[in-house]
């Protein structure tokens, strides 16, 4: 690179997803190469395509992967939501490089599940909002309950309400126990 100063020269590392074997990324925890394992494939493609013994080791290897993914899930040492995620990253970067070779394409994507994960892994995430919201909500309505008797209670005795009718009345208003409401009087 040419800058007012002079010239400055540095090394990229370049890391090839292509030299990696299942061994090294499993064993390194480098998963996020998983979807683009299949480049290591590519040149043998057209062979798959006639060989059904070499897409069966293929469909093998794939299913081998899903299998050490699931097995990391039940671990913990990943969520669903990840294992999911590299399987749909992975059938995308298929879809896409074995375009023009339909049993490989469908082969791998059959052994490690499709449109089911994909929608799995949606799920997942769409039911995690889901229940953030709905508790979210809860603590909303709760604190807002809290404060509506809170400014009851005070009001009420500003203007020098009884007790005994405070009570009744945030009782009969709010539907709380009298134990709980020993803690807003």
Known sequence: MVTPGGMVEYDIPVMKAQRYALEDIFGK?????????????????AEYEKDEAG???????????????????????????????????SNKVLENIARKYDSVRKGVKAVMGGKVLEYEAKTIREKGIEEGIEKGMEKGV????????????????????????????????????????KKYL
């Open 29 to 45: 925890g480098l998963l996020f190469l998983i979807p683009f394992h299949i480049f290591s494939h590519e040149n043998r493609f």
């Open 55 to 89: 897409l069966e080791l293929l469909k093998a290897e794939y299913g081998q992967i899903r299998a050490r993914l699931e097995a990391l899930a039940e671990k913990g040492t990943i969520s669903e939501y990840i294992k999911c995620t590299l399987v749909d990253m």
């Open 142 to 181: 709760e604190k807002g309950i809290e404060k509506g008797i809170r400014g009851t209670v005070s009001i009420l005795k500003n203007l020098g309400v009884p007790l005994q009718t405070i009570q009744a009345q945030i009782q009969e208003q709010y539907g709380i126990s009298p134990e709980a409401l």
